[in-house]
């Protein structure tokens, strides 16, 4: 069974982010899903996800989630030091 999953979201720190998990797109977290990462516009930040079993798209789901929503805690909380 094959499996895609597609999610964008729109923020005004997509290019950060997007910036900032480049790098993790160079390891491979499984042989058994790819991961697409991508810029629409400014303010969209796609991720994309093709899995081969519904427990790898579980997986990588809940990894690129937690990685996403990290990264804007980290400018939450940056922004919020700075003023």
Not at 22 to 34: G, I, T, V
Not at 36 to 64: C, F, I, M, P, Y
Request: hydrophobic share 45%; charged share 25%; glycine share 2%.
């Amino acid at each position: 069974m094959k499996l895609f999953a597609e999610f964008i979201f729109e923020t005004e720190t997509a290019e950060t982010i997007y910036r900032a998990l480049l790098p993790e797109l160079d390891d491979n977290f499984s042989q058994r899903s790819a991961i697409g990462l991508s810029l629409e516009d400014a303010n969209k930040l796609v991720l994309s996800v093709k899995a081969e079993d519904v427990v790898s798209l579980r997986s990588a789901l809940n990894t690129w989630f937690r990685l996403i929503q990290i990264a804007q805690e980290v400018l939450e909380t940056t922004y919020e030091v700075s003023c």
